[in-house]
Nanobody
Framework: QVQLVESGGGLVQTGGSLRLSCAAS????????MGWYRRAPGKERELVAR???????NYADSVRGRFSISRDNAKKMVYLQMNSLIPEDTGVYYC???????????WGQGTQVTVSS
């Protein structure tokens, strides 16, 4: 069974940093493009960062320059380093695969990120 488990969220002040982790199982991780998504209060889930198997990355305009996605294929882990956080980053963060056609895996529980002003 596919399982995606996110961790690392928390409460941080504006300008602070957090590092999120995602443990994936039940997929061929080394061949999967992976991404981090977030759902802000009252908004739809959006893709904020993506990393392909070879390591190339893409970011949403809203987070480019502040967030950094990485992966460890041996550990089947994907990470999101978030710096210079602002209140608009508040939301529940999820990992999933990120093919061009959209995610195909069942969503995990996500991890809450709250940035206070």
């Amino acid at each position: 069974q596919v399982q995606l488990v996110e961790s690392g969220g928390g409460l941080v002040q504006t300008g602070g940093s957090l590092r999120l982790s995602c443990a994936a199982s039940g997929i061929i991780f080394r061949l999967s493009t992976m991404g981090w998504y977030r759902r802000a209060p009252g908004k739809e889930r959006e893709l904020v960062a993506r990393i392909i198997p070879g390591g190339s990355v893409n970011y949403a305009d809203s987070v480019r320059g502040r967030f950094s996605i990485s992966r460890d294929n041996a550990k089947k882990m994907v990470y999101l380093q978030m710096n210079s956080l602002i209140p608009e980053d508040t939301g529940v963060y999820y990992c999933n695969n990120a093919p061009t056609s959209g995610p195909t895996l069942s969503w995990g529980q996500g991890t809450q990120v709250t940035v206070s002003s």
